[in-house]
């Protein structure tokens, strides 16, 4: 039982510790995008826009992970398909 809660709070700290960074990404690039635009070609204002949504495709994931993680430990494989597919869902 130890070791389990060890693993579940080490993937909490974990993932905790990444919407930090993806954070940053999603700011930086809707700064780019804003502050930028008239400096960019159109496709690096496209590839900034994809890089913002696969950040908050990203942070959507790490959110429900963090949440499973919480209420029920360790994620199982399905769980994890299940919230890729809801990531690939939300870039539609």
């Known amino acids: 039982m130890k070791h389990e809660e060890d693993t579940s709070r ?3 700290t ?6 930090n960074p993806i954070s940053s990404i999603i700011g930086s690039c809707e700064y780019l995008s804003e502050y930028s635009r008239e400096n960019l ?3 690096q204002l496209e590839m900034i826009g994809g890089i913002e949504a ?13 949440q499973l993680c919480g209420a029920s430990g360790q994620p199982t494989m399905d769980d ?13």
């Open 80 to 92: 994890a398909a299940t919230m890729a597919n809801d990531g690939l869902d939300a870039d539609a």
């Open 10 to 12: 080490i993937l909490l």
């Open 54 to 66: 696969s950040a908050r495709t990203l942070l959507q994931i790490s959110g429900k992970l963090f």
């Open 14 to 19: 974990a993932i905790h510790d990444l919407k």
């Open 41 to 43: 070609e159109p496709e």
